[in-house]
T-cell receptor
Framework: QLQLQESGPGLVKPSETLSLTCTVSGGSISTTTYHWAWIRQPPGKGLQWIGSISYYGSTYYNPSLNSRVTISADTSKNLFSLRLSSVTAADTAVYYC????????????WGQGTLATVSS | QSVLTQPPSASGTPGQRVTISCSGSSSNIGSNTVNWYQRLPGTAPKLLIFDSKQRPSGVPDRFSGSKSGSSASLAISGLQSEDEADYYC???????????FGSGTKVTVL
């Protein structure tokens, strides 16, 4: 059974870079059928898609975050990562990683989520 | 605010039918499929409906989705206490070049 698990620091200082990793088990990220995504939910707010990466390494990001986001993948370790630079308090959120089925544009498997707080 | 508009709340008694609307535009729901996600308290979102009306394996047939023009709906028939959760619609937006979510609807079982 496919499982995704987020990991990374729970506290990041303002203006620094938030780095998170999603480790995938029970399936390979090296498939052309699926892309791999990051989604976040600030406290008390709705869900926001951050961006996705394909097996080939091509990436596409939410334009509202595009200049600050980098998503990368390490197929040898079966994981993908998120880097969000120049963070502010507005970036405090629960961050989820998910499998992205591009054909129907949905997210069918999600990690449990990790809270990242931006504070000095 | 969210690109897709949902009512903030909906409620019903056990056994009732509850419907949640999701209003968008021609660049998202009007031209792409809609998905619905259920987020139970303290858990990650779960895909409930994909391709506007398809249910993933394991999702009860009490849940159904529909789409008409630039709007979509999620119906829960035979409401149960375990259906108390937040529900989000989502779709790709061709103009924004981004996947967009609705603001979410909290369903309460009275």
């Amino acid at each position: 059974q496919l499982q995704l698990q987020e990991s990374g620091p729970g506290l990041v200082k303002p203006s620094e870079t938030l780095s998170l990793t999603c480790t995938v088990s029970g399936g390979s990220i090296s498939t052309t059928t699926y892309h791999w995504a990051w989604i976040r939910q600030p406290p008390g707010k709705g869900l926001q898609w951050i961006g996705s990466i394909s097996y080939y390494g091509s990436t596409y990001y939410n334009p509202s975050l595009n200049s600050r986001v980098t998503i990368s993948a390490d197929t040898s370790k079966n994981l993908f990562s998120l880097r969000l630079s120049s963070v502010t308090a507005a970036d405090t959120a629960v961050y989820y990683c998910a499998r992205h089925i591009v054909a129907v544009s949905d997210f069918d498997h999600w990690g449990q989520g990790t809270l990242a707080t931006v504070s000095s | 605010q969210s690109v897709l508009t949902q009512p903030p709340s909906a409620s019903g008694t056990p056994g009732q039918r509850v419907t949640i609307s999701c209003s968008g535009s021609s660049s998202n729901i009007g031209s792409n499929t809609v998905n619905w996600y259920q987020r139970l308290p303290g858990t990650a979102p779960k895909l409930l409906i994909f391709d506007s009306k398809q249910r993933p394996s394991g999702v009860p047939d009490r849940f159904s989705g529909s789409k008409s023009g630039s709007s979509a709906s999620l119906a829960i028939s035979g409401l149960q206490s375990e259906d108390e959760a937040d529900y989000y619609c989502g779709a790709w937006d061709d103009s924004l070049h981004a996947y967009v979510f609705g603001s979410g609807t909290k369903v309460t079982v009275l």
